[in-house]
């Protein structure tokens, strides 16, 4: 069982006995206490959906949710709803476009490496791999002789998601994206 200060963003646990998805995870530090973070959490209900803030120390312990992990790949949209076909048995899994909202800014057809968490045989979230490829559909025109380390300028990508990139990039390239930090992580490679 981990404590609180090894639960990680996209995990399941149980809480008063129910399963959540930790959707954010806060560190802080208060002053004036001998070296005991707490870790602000907001979980949603894998039954209901309702959302919870909870707080806990490092040192509290909590238990994982049983949940399952299936590869998966984007396949199509159907009103609120986001279809996810399961690459080993075809399987479709829906999944309410608000839950998985800020997943949705990094998945387009060609995103590889996506994973499906089902708790209780019922999708309820999803997890993504740590970068993804996009392609830039607008940015300000390329400079010559734009260093990659030099002054960065805003960039839209394909699934609408906008990030910080040099200026040596320009419209239609494709660009790895850091999915957690939001940011440019270099040129995609180009096969």
Known sequence: MPKASEIKK????????????VKSIDRSVPQ????GSLYRMRMYDVVTGNKVDETFKDSDILDFADLVRKPVVFSYIDGD?????????????NLNKDSIADEILFIDESTAGIQVIIVDDVPVALDLPT?????VTETDPSIKGGSATSRTKPA???TGVTVQVPEHISTG?????????????GRADTK
Do not use: C, H, Q, W
């Open 10 to 21: 996209n995990v399941a646990i149980e809480y008063n006995g129910k399963a959540y998805i």
């Open 32 to 35: 004036g206490r001998a070296g």
């Open 81 to 93: 709803e986001y279809v996810f076909m399961d690459t080993e048995d075809y399987t479709p899994y």
């Open 131 to 135: 970068s993804v490829e996009l392609e």
């Open 156 to 158: 839209l990508l394909s």
């Open 173 to 185: 390239d494709k660009i790895k994206v850091n999915v957690e930090e939001r940011k440019f992580m």
